[in-house]
C-alpha cells in the first residue's frame, strides 16, 4: 500500500525567495502574482511587510533616459529605485552607463585638445569626468577659439576681409578678428579704401559685378555703397552714361553693352 501523497504548500505557506523579494515593486501585483504563483493578496501584502511602494507605470519618454546616465542618477530623475530603474534597462537591451569608465588612450589625447563639452560627445564621458581627467592630466582647458579652427580655414585668414572670412568658414566676425589676432596674421586685404571721387561717380554707370572686377573689391561692397547713396542699379548688359552736372538737366543716357 502506497503512502498518499502530500498536497504541495499553499501559496500562501510557501517561503518567499531573495528572488521574489527582489522583484516586488518592479512590476504590478497581479504580474508577480502570475509569475510567482501566487495569489494577488499574498504579493500585495508581502511588498507592504518589506515597504516596498508600487512602481510607477514606464512611459516611452521614462525609456529614453535609459542608459543616457548612471541608473541611480535615472531613478533620482524619474522618483524610482535604482534597482527597478535597472531592470527596466535590463529589459529592454540598453547597456550601462558606467560612472567609471575606462579612458582609452585615443580619448586622452583628445582631453584638454579640444573643448570639454565636445570631448564629453565624443567619447562619452560624463562632461564633469572629462573636467577631472583634464585636471588630474595637468592640462589647461582648452580655447574653442583656438581649437576648432581647420588648416583651411586658417589659410584663409588674412587673404581677404574678416567679414568675407567668417561668411566662408560659417563663424562670427569677431571670431575671425580674435583668430587673426592671437595667431599675428596681418589683415592684408583691409575692407576697403576710402571711396574717390572717380570711384563714385562710376556707381550705378556698371552693373555692379562688372564695377566691382574693375575696382578689385567684392560685390557686395559696391552694392552697399550703391545703395546707401540711393543710386539705382544698372541693368546687366548695359551701361549708364551720366549727363553732365547743369541746371537744366540731370537725366542719363541708358546704352546697350555690345554683346
Given at each position: 500500500m502506497s503512502a498518499p501523497q502530500r498536497n504541495p504548500p499553499s501559496s500562501s505557506r510557501r517561503r518567499w525567495t531573495a528572488e521574489e523579494d527582489s522583484l516586488l515593486g518592479t512590476r504590478s501585483d497581479r504580474t508577480l502574482a502570475r509569475k510567482f504563483s501566487r495569489t494577488v493578496k499574498a504579493v500585495k501584502a508581502r511588498r507592504r511587510l518589506k515597504g516596498i511602494s508600487l512602481v510607477k507605470e514606464w512611459k516611452p519618454e521614462d525609456d529614453k533616459i535609459l542608459g543616457t546616465r548612471p541608473d541611480r542618477q535615472v531613478a533620482?530623475?524619474?522618483?524610482?529605485?535604482?534597482?527597478?530603474?535597472?531592470?527596466?534597462?535590463?529589459?529592454?537591451?540598453?547597456?550601462?552607463?558606467?560612472?567609471?569608465?575606462?579612458?582609452?588612450?585615443e580619448q586622452l589625447e583628445l582631453v584638454g585638445r579640444k573643448p570639454d563639452e565636445e570631448v564629453a560627445t565624443l567619447t562619452g564621458h560624463p562632461l564633469s569626468a572629462v573636467a577631472i581627467k583634464r585636471r588630474e592630466l595637468g592640462r589647461p582647458k582648452?580655447?574653442?577659439?583656438?581649437t576648432c579652427w581647420t588648416p583651411e580655414q586658417d589659410r584663409l585668414l588674412g587673404t581677404m576681409p574678416d567679414d568675407e572670412v567668417a561668411r566662408r568658414v560659417g563663424r562670427s566676425k569677431m571670431a575671425v578678428q580674435k583668430r587673426r589676432f592671437r595667431l599675428r596674421i596681418e589683415c592684408q586685404r583691409p575692407e576697403r579704401p576710402r571711396w574717390t571721387e572717380e570711384e563714385l561717380a562710376l556707381l550705378g554707370t556698371l552693373p555692379d559685378a562688372e564695377?566691382?572686377?574693375?575696382?578689385?573689391c567684392p560685390v557686395r561692397l559696391v552694392t552697399y555703397r550703391r545703395q546707401s547713396l540711393h543710386i539705382p542699379n544698372c541693368p546687366v548688359g548695359q551701361t549708364v552714361q551720366k549727363a553732365a552736372d547743369s541746371p537744366s538737366s540731370s537725366a542719363s543716357a541708358l546704352t546697350s553693352t555690345p554683346s
Amino acid at each position: 500500500m502506497s503512502a498518499p501523497q502530500r498536497n504541495p504548500p499553499s501559496s500562501s505557506r510557501r517561503r518567499w525567495t531573495a528572488e521574489e523579494d527582489s522583484l516586488l515593486g518592479t512590476r504590478s501585483d497581479r504580474t508577480l502574482a502570475r509569475k510567482f504563483s501566487r495569489t494577488v493578496k499574498a504579493v500585495k501584502a508581502r511588498r507592504r511587510l518589506k515597504g516596498i511602494s508600487l512602481v510607477k507605470e514606464w512611459k516611452p519618454e521614462d525609456d529614453k533616459i535609459l542608459g543616457t546616465r548612471p541608473d541611480r542618477q535615472v531613478a533620482l530623475l524619474l522618483g524610482r529605485l535604482r534597482e527597478n530603474v535597472a531592470w527596466r534597462r535590463r529589459k529592454l537591451g540598453i547597456p550601462c552607463f558606467y560612472e567609471n569608465r575606462r579612458w582609452t588612450p585615443e580619448q586622452l589625447e583628445l582631453v584638454g585638445r579640444k573643448p570639454d563639452e565636445e570631448v564629453a560627445t565624443l567619447t562619452g564621458h560624463p562632461l564633469s569626468a572629462v573636467a577631472i581627467k583634464r585636471r588630474e592630466l595637468g592640462r589647461p582647458k582648452a580655447d574653442p577659439i583656438l581649437t576648432c579652427w581647420t588648416p583651411e580655414q586658417d589659410r584663409l585668414l588674412g587673404t581677404m576681409p574678416d567679414d568675407e572670412v567668417a561668411r566662408r568658414v560659417g563663424r562670427s566676425k569677431m571670431a575671425v578678428q580674435k583668430r587673426r589676432f592671437r595667431l599675428r596674421i596681418e589683415c592684408q586685404r583691409p575692407e576697403r579704401p576710402r571711396w574717390t571721387e572717380e570711384e563714385l561717380a562710376l556707381l550705378g554707370t556698371l552693373p555692379d559685378a562688372e564695377l566691382a572686377k574693375r575696382l578689385q573689391c567684392p560685390v557686395r561692397l559696391v552694392t552697399y555703397r550703391r545703395q546707401s547713396l540711393h543710386i539705382p542699379n544698372c541693368p546687366v548688359g548695359q551701361t549708364v552714361q551720366k549727363a553732365a552736372d547743369s541746371p537744366s538737366s540731370s537725366a542719363s543716357a541708358l546704352t546697350s553693352t555690345p554683346s
